[in-house]
């Protein structure tokens, strides 16, 4: 983890962070508030080491004592509050580890810190106990709450905190990442950054998942064969994909993408635009032999599949319809 610098995307977040540093306008509670990926964690951790740093410059300095201890995870006046069930944080947990520990003063700063993840996994209980700390703390405390669901906190919990709400991170901030850190090809960035949706850590996650790339190798290998297969091949595919743990959404959202491609180039002949560029000849192809009227009804089967499977009807019984409709269309 490095500074504020490295975080991606969510600079109105962070210069609101820098600033309050900088003024000593720090106040005793944040709330970090968007979805899983986004970068609440990641935030929180900066912050909290920025908060603890006694170099001079920018802050944090990732060079003093209180820096090299946040970056090792062994700063004593940075607590992560954990809990044992994965469902629910408990009333003892939040006494445990904040309400009576919060009056012990720090231990080698100005400040102690809380960082709470999945604050909204705290059932009502421990919500409340949370409350009187939030309502009179000491002055040296911080505490910070990470949400994917800020509706699960109580109103006066959210009343009582500086929020702050991660908004999806643009695409050209998103292929800068991948492709300058992570040294994605252009190509594989297009898709990751498609199904990211502008979150930039489901976009990573997706650019290192050595499954991703093979399923979405896998559906493109189809989707181009389909046409001329014989039904036994469209049962061996809809068991193959059944193989992979990256799950049916991304296959439908990869043939979804395909198709997207296909109508995008029959009504603009332009390649520039193409998700999946290194498929350009069988995109064009494809997009000569399909009508619209064959993509509409493709998307009509893709919508229906989606309906079905909510619908908890069997995996390999809708794939076989969805790739049967796909074959005849």
Same mark, same amino acid.
């Given at each position: 983890?490095?500074?504020?610098?490295?975080?991606?995307?969510?600079?109105?977040?962070? !210069?609101? &962070? /820098?600033?309050?540093? $900088?003024n000593?306008?720090? *106040?005793?509670?944040? +709330? @970090?508030?968007?979805?899983?990926?986004?970068?609440?964690?990641?935030?929180?951790?900066?912050?909290?080491?920025?908060?603890?740093?006694?170099?001079?410059?920018?802050?944090?300095?990732?060079?003093c004592?209180?820096?090299?201890?946040?970056?090792?995870?062994?700063?004593?006046?940075?607590?992560?509050?954990?809990?044992?069930?994965?469902?629910?944080?408990?009333?003892?947990?939040?006494?445990?580890?904040?309400?009576?520990?919060?009056?012990?003063?720090?231990?080698?700063?100005?400040?102690?810190?809380?960082?709470?993840?999945?604050?909204?996994?705290?059932?009502?209980?421990?919500?409340? !106990?949370? &409350? /009187?700390?939030l309502? $009179?703390?000491?002055?040296? *405390?911080?505490?910070? +709450? @990470?949400?994917?669901?800020?509706?699960?906190?109580?109103?006066?919990?959210?009343?009582r905190?500086?929020?702050?709400?991660?908004?999806?991170?643009?695409?050209?901030?998103i292929?800068?990442?991948?492709?300058?850190?992570?040294?994605?090809?252009?190509?594989?960035?297009?898709?990751?950054?498609?199904?990211?949706?502008?979150?930039?850590?489901?976009?990573?996650?997706?650019?290192?998942?050595?499954?991703?790339?093979?399923?979405?190798?896998?559906?493109?290998?189809?989707?181009?064969?389909?046409?001329?297969?014989?039904?036994?091949?469209?049962?061996?595919?809809?068991?193959?994909?059944?193989?992979?743990?990256?799950?049916?959404?991304?296959?439908?959202?990869?043939?979804?993408?395909?198709y997207?491609?296909?109508?995008?180039?029959k009504?603009?002949?332009?390649?520039?635009?193409?998700?999946?560029?290194?498929?350009k000849?069988?995109?064009?192809?494809?997009a000569?032999?399909?009508?619209?009227?064959?993509?509409?009804?493709?998307?009509?089967?893709?919508?229906?599949?989606?309906?079905?499977?909510?619908?908890?009807?069997?995996?390999?019984?809708?794939?076989?319809?969805?790739?049967?409709?796909?074959?005849?269309?």
């Open positions: 983890m490095a500074g504020f610098n490295d975080i991606i995307g969510q600079e109105q977040i962070t !210069a609101q &962070l /820098k600033s309050s540093i $900088e000593n306008t720090v *106040t005793h509670a944040y +709330l @970090l508030a968007g979805e899983k990926g986004l970068g609440k964690k990641k935030i929180a951790k900066t912050f909290a080491m920025a908060l603890e740093c006694t170099g001079t410059g920018d802050r944090p300095c990732m060079e004592e209180h820096c090299r201890q946040a970056l090792s995870g062994s700063e004593p006046d940075i607590i992560t509050v954990t809990h044992e069930k994965e469902s629910v944080i408990a009333v003892g947990e939040i006494r445990d580890q904040i309400v009576d520990d919060v009056y012990i003063k720090p231990y080698s700063s100005d400040r102690k810190i809380y960082i709470i993840p999945e604050a909204e996994k705290m059932n009502v209980q421990a919500q409340n !106990a949370l &409350l /009187k700390t309502e $009179e703390p000491p002055a040296y *405390t911080v505490i910070i +709450l @990470l949400t994917d669901n800020p509706q699960a906190l109580l109103p006066t919990i959210i009343s905190c500086t929020v702050l709400t991660l908004k999806p991170v643009r695409d050209g901030v292929r800068k990442y991948l492709t300058e850190e992570l040294h994605i090809s252009d190509h594989q960035a297009d898709i990751c950054i498609s199904f990211a949706r502008g979150n930039a850590g489901r976009a990573r996650d997706l650019a290192e998942n050595e499954e991703f790339d093979s399923l979405k190798n896998e559906v493109l290998r189809i989707l181009k064969k389909i046409k001329d297969s014989q039904n036994s091949y469209l049962y061996d595919c809809v068991k193959l994909l059944s193989e992979y743990k990256t799950g049916v959404d991304t296959v439908l959202e990869l043939i979804t993408m395909w997207r491609d296909i109508l995008l180039y009504a603009t002949a332009d390649e520039d635009r193409l998700i999946f560029s290194e498929e000849k069988n995109i064009k192809q494809a000569k032999e399909t009508s619209y009227e064959s993509v509409e009804r493709v998307i009509e089967s893709l919508n229906k599949t989606k309906e079905m499977l909510k619908a908890n009807v069997n995996y390999e019984l809708v794939m076989q319809f969805l790739l049967f409709a796909i074959k005849e269309n």
